[in-house]
């Protein structure tokens, strides 16, 4: 009984953290991404790209997204690097907002075998 009313307890918590997060902001015309760019498309597992979102509004925050891979910094431009478990065409997304709204665009990086160059 006790494990039954934890276990409400955090679906309950989880579920209203969740909810709240939900409450995403609306589409924005104040805000206007230019750009969304790679150094590099295409990539071997274990190396990098800089990935930079050139966008247009006031107070604007980044969050960033990849469905495979690690992004690691924060704002206008990240760093993406992606493992060999990784191989495949990988998206990342970008989100940018501010107290109006937000919009978001994506860039699909290239992720190819590492190679040693051993014959």
Known sequence: MKWTILMVIIV???????TRKEENKQPSDSIKIVSLTSSFNTLMAYDTTVITV???GDNLHYGWEANH???NGSGSAVKYSACISCIGH???TCRVFNDTGE???TIMIRVTPFHTGKK
Do not use: F, P, Q, R
Not at 12 to 18: E, I, V
């Open 90 to 92: 990988n998206t990342i």
């Open 12 to 18: 309950g918590l989880t579920s209203w953290d969740c």
């Open 69 to 71: 891979g690690n992004i």
């Open 103 to 105: 919009v978001s665009d």
């Open 54 to 56: 050139h966008a247009i």
